[in-house]
């Protein structure tokens, strides 16, 4: 299997798992919808709800899955954002329209950060080495400048394993 499959593999069960949290973390609006963005996009999912109030609210999801040890929990309690992924994000999020920040940490817990409600001035930045494309096995590093977004900034919590699950069942 390729590394382009696997993105595109990676995409499909993180867009299914992300969806099936919004529709238990937005239960109490109506008519929610979840559309699916082309995997080049700039944000994994374009969606809207009516709230309780009767309005109809926008929203966009960019959606990252990782994985962090007890120990690396523990020095890294963070959601880490390249500054450079949420200036693509924020280009191709309209006036009005919120943008949330989807982290699925260990196939366990989803933590949701509406980035329209941060303060980026006071967000710790610095810059983090990483493989440039993640699940390209022969991938270079690079060093890029990152948000640490703090896990106890969400703006909701929920496990999420049931929905990993439930994709796990539905492939297979």
């Given amino acids: 299997m390729t590394w382009m499959k696997n993105i595109e593999e990676q995409e499909n069960k993180d867009r299914y798992v992300a969806s099936e949290c919004l529709k238990w973390l937005m239960r109490k609006g109506t008519d929610l919808k979840i559309n ?5 996009d700039y944000v994994d999912l374009n969606c809207s709800i009516i709230n309780t109030k009767g309005k109809k609210v926008p929203f966009n999801v960019e959606i990252k899955e990782r994985f962090k040890d007890k120990e690396q929990l523990k020095k890294y309690p963070n959601a880490e954002l390249k500054e450079a992924k949420l200036k693509r994000m924020k280009s191709e999020t309209p006036e009005g329209t919120s943008l949330l920040y989807m982290v699925l940490l260990n196939r366990e817990k989803c933590l949701v950060f509406n980035l329209s409600k941060l303060d980026f001035n006071k967000i710790e930045k610095k810059n983090w080495r990483i493989k440039r ?3 390209n096995p022969n991938s ?3 060093t890029v400048p990152t948000y640490f977004i703090p896990y106890s900034m969400a703006d909701a919590t929920m496990d999420c394993s049931n929905f990993f699950n ?5 492939i297979n």
């Fill in 36 to 40: 699916p963005t082309e995997i080049t």
């Fill in 133 to 135: 494309t993640q699940l």
């Fill in 140 to 142: 270079d590093y690079v």
């Fill in 166 to 170: 439930q994709y796990e069942l539905e």
